[in-house]
């Protein structure tokens, strides 16, 4: 109940200015982007105890979570003020690899196996770690959905599904896959409601016949979409990744070929303006679904240590929509195929 007063008092800090208050300073950032230089006094595996001092004189010290902090301001302080053992850059990676930063994951790896050469062989008998990094993006998930951002909800999740698939946290992502995909066939029955409703209240037989014509296009469109979901949601569902990809590619064809079909569709809606909106819509949301199941699968070739097909995956998924910026991210960090084809081996 203590870190809102003490997040606020650093915030407080931050806005005001810093002065040099202490031999050695560096900076920390906040995740809204907010910096000062401040004096660090200890680091643990999730957090960072600071002095700080005010532009008035006023001195203070606090601990900040891991999470209040941008990841790579946590991770330059963490790096440079932990104590260099095994456990510590273990540890630290575990954070990275929950944080995203998988590069950094594997640098941290790498120290360890260089302080111990059978630091990997002995984490396959520690499930717990890959059980720890499945708990952690089980919790962001949790509380992207609850704050409304199914986006990065349904992000979360999929990378869970994809890359933890064994885990608890794995399982606990499938369930709330699950879930999203309910609410999502909701709201598209909604619409084809309203649809409906709309051509009951056409009192005009022209309006009501062109109304009826519109929805018969943009049912068998959304059948085809919706044929596409659950290959896609198949594969998440699905343990074995050899089983899954196939069902991410199918998926990823199946939307694709959809947007040719919307494509033509929309060159003939140019004297209903009703149509063409919801077809551009459609197109819009079609492209974000396949763009998912290309990076699904990429998901899965990374896990399996094949980085070629992760980037024509990845390539794949920037030819749908270039300016994508889960899509974008996937493809500047295909490096984390190192990383990530030995973590998925820590059993």
């Known amino acids: 109940m203590r870190a809102f007063p003490v997040l606020l008092a ?68 963490r790096q440079n003020h932990m104590e260099k053992t095994v456990e510590n850059h273990v540890k630290l990676a575990v954070w990275c690899a929950g ?14 196996e260089a302080l111990d050469p059978k630091v ?31 986006e990065q909800c349904y992000e979360i999740a999929a990378l869970l599904a994809t890359r933890f698939p064994e885990t608890e946290g794995g399982g606990l992502a499938r369930t709330l896959l699950d879930q999203l995909k309910d609410e999502a066939e909701a709201a598209t029955k909604e619409k084809a409601r309203k649809r409906d409703a ?62 040719g079909d919307i494509d033509k569709e929309m060159k003939k809606a140019t004297s209903d303006p009703k149509l063409l909106e919801a077809l551009v819509e459609m197109d819009a949301n079609v492209r974000d679904d396949g763009v998912k199941a290309w990076l699904a699968a990429g998901n899965v070739s990374l896990a399996r240590g094949s980085r070629n097909d992760a980037t024509k995956e990845a390539q794949a998924a920037l030819a749908l929509d270039p300016d994508n910026a889960q899509a ?5 960090n295909v490096q984390m195929a190192s990383a990530m084809s030995g973590w998925g081996r820590w059993r």
């Open 99 to 112: 944080a995203g930063l998988f590069n950094r994951a594997k640098r941290q790896m790498d120290a360890a």
């Open 120 to 150: 990997r062989e002995k984490l396959k008998d520690m499930p717990d770690v890959m059980e720890g990094i499945a708990d952690y993006l089980v919790d962001r998930a949790r509380r992207a959905y609850r704050a409304g951002n199914v």
């Open 10 to 77: 650093l915030t407080l800090c931050l806005t005001l200015g810093t002065v040099a208050a202490a031999a050695e300073k560096e900076e920390v950032m906040l995740k809204d982007g907010l910096t000062a230089m401040v004096e660090v006094t200890k680091t643990e595996p999730e957090s960072v105890t600071v002095k700080f001092e005010t532009k008035d004189g006023k001195e203070g010290q606090t601990k900040l979570h891991a999470n209040a902090l941008d990841p790579h301001s946590f991770y330059q302080i």
């Open 328 to 332: 974008k991210s996937f493809m500047n």
């Open 198 to 259: 709309a051509i009951d209240a056409e009192a005009d037989a022209d309006a009501k016949k062109a109304a009826k014509a519109r929805d018969k296009v943009l049912d068998k469109l959304e059948k085809k979409q919706s044929l596409a979901n659950k290959y896609l949601h198949g594969g998440l569902q699905e343990k074995n990744q050899s089983r899954a990809r196939r069902n991410y590619l199918v998926a990823a064809e199946e939307f694709t070929s959809l947007l």
